[in-house]
T-cell receptor, first 115, second 113 residues
Framework: DAKTTQPPSMDCAEGRAANLPCNHSTISGNEYVYWYRQIHSQGPQYIIHGLKNNETNEMASLIITEDRKSSTLILPHATLRDTAVYYCIVRVSEGDGGSNYKLTFGKGTLLTVNP | DGGITQSPKYLFRKEGQNVTLSCEQNLNHDAMYWYRQDPGQGLRLIYYSQIVNDFQKGDIAEGYSVSREKKESFPLTVTSAQKNPTAFYLC????????????FGDGTRLSIL
């Protein structure tokens, strides 16, 4: 799986949009980009994932550049409860079996939402 | 509500004891996984199972054992052979096919007395 690079920490004001960047310059054509977050002492929470197109759900938006070498997770209106470590992961998904069984979490970005 | 339940949340073990961590899911997912997380570190895969009665070793399987007798359940046993068992253990599940994401439980924190 491709390696990702994220800033170690970011701050955001409550109510403002939080934009979390991720570089994945060695991503392959069949690798998806996944975002998870982990609040202290809890399990990781799935946020969103995508392959080529931008994606949006009730939690966030995912913007993937045209060359797929980087992406940005957008939390449109950050709240104090969004303070967490955010992980960007790229992973092959080949259907049954294959190498799609493992998620490789790096150090992530600690997002602190300030009042 | 559908989800993944891990129990207990905190667990203490004496030296030389085996201990079993429970993981149950009602999401009708075929695949289940066990990860270990150490302080300030990412997750490392211990075991995974893509179907009932079948499981494979992950990156750090030594000192651990699992079973998958039911689709809903994937218990992890930390044996006395695991020399450094103190960690945060996370169970996850997913559909098998395509790009389906893994969903996690809230973890069990194991400590050695």
């Amino acid at each position: 799986d491709a390696k990702t690079t994220q800033p170690p920490s970011m701050d955001c004001a409550e109510g403002r949009a939080a934009n979390l960047p991720c570089n994945h310059s060695t991503i392959s054509g069949n690798e998806y980009v996944y975002w998870y977050r982990q609040i202290h002492s809890q399990g990781p929470q799935y946020i969103i994932h995508g392959l080529k197109n931008n994606e949006t759900n009730e939690m966030a938006s995912l913007i993937i550049t045209e060359d797929r070498k980087s992406s940005t997770l957008i939390l449109p209106h950050a709240t104090l409860r969004d303070t967490a470590v955010y992980y960007c992961i790229v992973r092959v998904s080949e259907g049954d079996g294959g190498s799609n069984y493992k998620l490789t979490f790096g150090k992530g970005t600690l997002l602190t939402v300030n009042p | 509500d559908g989800g993944i339940t891990q129990s207990p949340k905190y667990l203490f073990r004496k030296e030389g004891q085996n201990v079993t961590l429970s993981c149950e899911q009602n999401l009708n997912h075929d695949a289940m996984y066990w990860y270990r997380q150490d302080p300030g570190q990412g997750l490392r895969l211990i075991y995974y199972s893509q179907i009932v009665n079948d499981f494979q070793k992950g990156d750090i399987a030594e000192g651990y054992s699992v079973s998958r007798e039911k689709k809903e359940s994937f218990p992890l046993t930390v044996t006395s052979a695991q020399k450094n068992p103190t960690a945060f253990y996370l169970c996850a599940s997913s559909r098998r096919r395509g790009s389906q994401p893994q969903h996690f439980g809230d973890g069990t924190r194991l400590s050695i007395l």
